[in-house]
């Protein structure tokens, strides 16, 4: 397998934004996420059986947008690499996004270098909110929270001597300094071209603004939700508490939170999609009816497409 670099970082961590700078270096490639690649293998490294994968495949938006051809004679392994040789360009380094299960990236790369990208998980979990995956931050921390102890997982069960971490708020604050880190733990020079991105794409230059928005977009009480949950791990990465005292929930405030946020993602999803797109796709993958399921995920695809910026 041909040499990769892996960007992990949970989702809403400015994974977007590394890899438009990123691809933006003329000696770099980053076609963005490819967590498609890893989600089908089991935490014991077991591929999955090929004729399912190229069916999951099938409904897959990532995977769809990618235009990555399928060669049905290859075996699971065969076909990954093909998918790597397919997005590979000569004179590039191929670097590519993935937010969670880091630890089974191992098995199909074993000599992969890795960027660990973090972000301040109140920042995450308010950003989840918006994004209709969760209706409260003590819901949208989850992903944040499963991303790293995914991270502490592969590092633990191998020793990492290829790796480089990189935070978001030092990306947004002070991006030159921060790409010229990232280009010498690449072995590459820096390029003026990685801060051009704005050029082709709709996203903006950085703005330190967007940086540990929390502190006057959340109040103290989801903040205290947030670190409820997270507090011991935050301390491990290096993010400082608010000093806010330490919340016990009760049973009747977390059904609350729990109710909340599957009402809010309910209605979140049926203002999206529609009722009917909403209950096909749910009633159908219940009763586990293949082809309307199909249907309505390839609707529900393109209705995504979009909302994507």
Known sequence: MKSVIFICGALRSGSSLTHLMLDSHPQIKNPGEFDFLFDQITNEGQFPEI???HDWLSTHRIFLSKSLIIDKRLSFGELIESFIEQLSETGKLLALNVHRSFDRIHYLFPDAKYIHLLRDPRDVSRSSIGMGW??????GVDHWIETEMSWKKLTNEKLLSDSFELRYEDLISFPEVTLRKICDFLGMPYSVEMLAYTKASTYSE???????QWKTKLTIREVQYVEAKTSNLMIELGYPLSGNKRLTLGIFERVWLKVTDKVFKAIFSIKR???ILFFKERISRLLKLKDMNKKACIAINEIDKLFLK
């Open 273 to 275: 999609y529609g009722i």
């Open 206 to 212: 950085p703005n330190p603004k967007l940086v540990f």
């Open 134 to 139: 969760a209706g409260n931050v003590f819901y």
């Open 51 to 53: 004729t399912k994968y």
